[in-house]
């Protein structure tokens, strides 16, 4: 438990009030033993709930994500397989927690039409959801999510 809190930034210390349940001890298969949580592999890809938006992840350094800083390539495209070409807006969360990062993840757009998402700050063990909503106002229904299990 100190292990975690003391990677904990200040303004998200709420985080671990009471703690989260079943902290894995060091050497734990953590959130590894749930189920839910995706697979990581080149070239994955995730629906938006509405089906009207897919994303891609190109690739992931480190793969598979890892805790700390993270850097993705990912893609979207829309329900007749076209390039979407508005913004990105990408929001980490770990809804076991009910936190996201202080650190807001770099967004930028690369000349073949993908975007690097860097740094991707997941900085603590568990199960974390990666929403790309392909516009500042984009709904959830039209948002796809990745979801992790990082490990400690
Ligand atoms: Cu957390």
Known sequence: M????SVLLPSLLACSGGG????PDAGDVGCKSRSGADVYAAG??????????????LSADPAPPE??????????????GEALDGELAVTPYMPEHGHGTS?????????????KVSPLYLFMPGI???T????ADAGAADSPV???????
């Open 2 to 5: 100190s292990r975690i809190a």
């Open 20 to 23: 989260p349940p079943a902290m």
């Open 44 to 57: 994955m890809s995730k629906r938006s709930s509405s089906g009207r938006v897919m994303a891609v992840l």
């Open 67 to 80: 805790r700390g800083n993270n850097a993705w390539s990912v893609k979207l495209t829309g329900a007749r």
């Open 103 to 115: 650190v807001a993840p770099g967004v930028e757009r690369q000349g073949d039409g993908s975007w």
């Open 128 to 130: 974390w959801e990666v």
């Open 132 to 135: 790309l909503a392909p516009s």
């Open 146 to 152: 990745f979801s992790f299990c990082i490990d400690g």
